[in-house]
């Protein structure tokens, strides 16, 4: 509960950095969820984290493990590089690595390090294509320049999609 009010009040970048995870220039943070060990994660530059993404860098079911050394721990460092774009309700693992421009989609569950200029989704989080191609197909969306109007609904309405994505007994189709 302090840790959203904290959120609310700082604002995801300050509310992270004062957690202890590093986080670098031009990020939107947008969760609250770093874990118990924040400083074990590092945030790269122009980054956006969305809502509810889970920062998770220990594994608890060590404790399953006890003999005459005692319970078992992990933890382990989580990166995320330059220029990505982590999706709404993600989970990043420990250990993982996030390479520069990756777009990981949203309810991703992240459990192996994905390499620089990825796309991945899924549970588990598989690779989709490379991060240019998603940049190309991007491109022909409706443009900032394009919207038109007072308020940000009005902005909005004026370029949105019209028709729904409609899924059929054979297969997923677009109907417009």
Known sequence: ???KLMYRIL???????????TVGEGCRILTSRFGSEPWLISIGSRVTVSSDVVF??????????????G?????????????????AGSMIMP????????????GSVVTKS?????????????????YDDFVDKVR?????????GETRRQRVDSILEE???MELRKGVSDVS
């Open 71 to 87: 319970r078992r721990y992990r933890y382990a460092r989580i990166s995320v590089g330059d220029g990505c774009f982590i999706g």
């Open 1 to 3: 509960m302090l840790d």
């Open 56 to 69: 998770v860098n220990h594994d608890g079911s060590g404790w399953l493990v006890s003999d005459e050394k």
């Open 114 to 130: 994905i390499p620089s200029g990825s796309v991945v989704a899924g549970n588990p989080a598989k690779y989709i294509c490379e």
């Open 163 to 165: 028709g729904y994505k």
């Open 95 to 106: 250990g993982v690595r996030i390479g520069s421009r990756c777009v990981v989609g949203a």
């Open 11 to 21: 604002g995801g970048v300050a509310f992270a950095r004062r957690k202890g995870a």
């Open 140 to 148: 022909g969306w409706r443009a900032e320049v394009e919207m038109s």
